[in-house]
């Protein structure tokens, strides 16, 4: 009744720290593409914006750029194409349909408002107060989730129609 | 040779086989002695059933062994052996009634041995077979089935061991297995996830300050919430979009306290510095999150270095 019985292990199978965390990190640019992705949806521009490509600039060094590029391939702002730009000074502004600007590009707004002051272009910021100050949409963080105000004025102006819907989403701010 | 082992054997215990005469059980152990091991396992069977043989523990004890060796002869490749159960059941039964201890030291040694079967049968079910690493509910139920099986064996023949150690391993084998699953089927079977948050629970309920335990289970629900944001459809309904932010964010705090907890427990592990930094990162802290990765990068750069040495 000898036991010859070679006993396995499993504790080869565990292996320490098998799993790692989803690639790169960046979670909070898809949803912020994803809202970009729905302003151009939720808002109505002047009939001259509906034809041509519908362009979105990106003022500063931003991943958005590049996860908007990889939207861009995939879907259409109605009829139109998307076009993404990457602009690195003021001057390079011209007739945008949006414009992102960066946190760090925040403290230009005025300039970014004065060269667009011709423009139906939406303005996107990402900084606190920057919605009260002259943008559109203001991308913010409240209770750890991404947010955007909406300043319905500041829109108007520029002769934009919001969707009741996306201002259902958003902070409204005056 | 072992024929001959088990003649003798069987010969000391019971010397009225070789003068045939004795009693029912007797003859149904000559039966066994002769080879004919089919008829004398449903001797036993009988005896098993019987009135008068039922409560002798010399019955069960040589059901089981003779349930062993047919275990050993026709089911050796089976999982779920039936007789292999049998066997164990039947030495359960023999050592409750077996008072005298007479039996003992070999059904302890019976059921040790077909401990070692299950504990092997287990290690097989759950080793990868094929490229995708992954093993099929089948196998992974079968080896539950059967670690289970083990485990109750083991805590039969010495109640007061220790095998903590055991099913902690055990748990977070099968907790990484439906992980894997779950991954690997897009985070779509709820099954999987709640099957391996069950595991690395119930080795958490044993020792909270399990690393691995700690940092699997942050990960489920990170990576599910990653998943989530990454495959988001640019045409989901708008309104659903707050929905979706709520469920991730939810999913990133759940995840928070374990990955903290493997931090705490392990400061210079890279993997965990950088599951911290990717959580605050999508719970919209960037100065933790930057804090964190930045040691990341440090050890990182620091073990790149030691490389170049």
Known sequence: ???????????????????????????????????????????????????????????????????????????????????????NSVNEISKCHIIYMTPEKSSDLDNVIKQTKNYSTLIVSEKEGLAQKGTGVNFVIRENKQKFELNVSNIEKKKLKVSSNLEALAIIVK | MFRLVNILFLSLLFPAILFGQGNRVDLALKLYQEGQVDKAKAAFDDLSQDNEYKGNPT?????????????????????????????????????????????????INTL??????????????????????????????????????????????????????????????????????????????????NQAILRFQNVLDADSNHVKANYNMALIYYNKSVYMINNMDYDRPIEALNEIIDETNELFKKALPYMIRAYKLEPKRKETLKGLAGIYWSLNDKEKSELYFKQYQEIDNLEKQEEKD
């Open chain 2, 59 to 107: 019955v069960w004890f040589w059901k089981g062994y003779i349930e062993k060796e047919l275990y050993k002869q026709n089911e050796k490749d089976l999982y779920a052996s039936p007789l292999r159960l049998a066997s164990v059941k039947s030495l359960y039964t023999s050592m409750e009634l077996d008072i005298k201890n007479e039996h003992k030291t070999d059904a």
């Open chain 1, 1 to 87: 009744m000898g036991r010859i019985f070679k006993i396995l292990s499993f504790f080869l199978l565990v292996v320490c720290f098998a799993f790692q965390p989803q690639g790169g990190y960046d979670t909070t640019t898809k949803i912020k593409a994803v809202f970009m992705y729905n302003f151009s949806k939720y808002i109505e521009w002047p009939g001259d914006y509906t034809s041509g490509n519908f362009i979105i600039g990106i003022y500063g060094k931003s991943p958005l750029y590049d996860e908007l590029v990889t939207m861009s391939q995939r879907k259409k702002a109605g009829n139109q194409d998307f076009e993404i730009k990457k602009l």
């Open chain 2, 112 to 193: 040790n041995y077909l401990s070692s079967t299950l504990y092997n049968d287990v290690v097989r079910l759950i080793t990868p077979s094929n490229s995708t690493g992954l093993i099929d509910d089948k196998s992974i139920e079968q080896s539950i089935e059967n670690f289970d099986i083990y485990l109750d064996i083991k805590k039969n023949i010495d109640p007061e061991g220790d095998y903590k150690a055991q099913i902690t391993q055990f748990n977070i084998v099968i907790g990484q297995n439906f992980m894997k699953k779950y991954e690997a089927g897009n985070y779509e079977n709820q099954d999987y996830m």
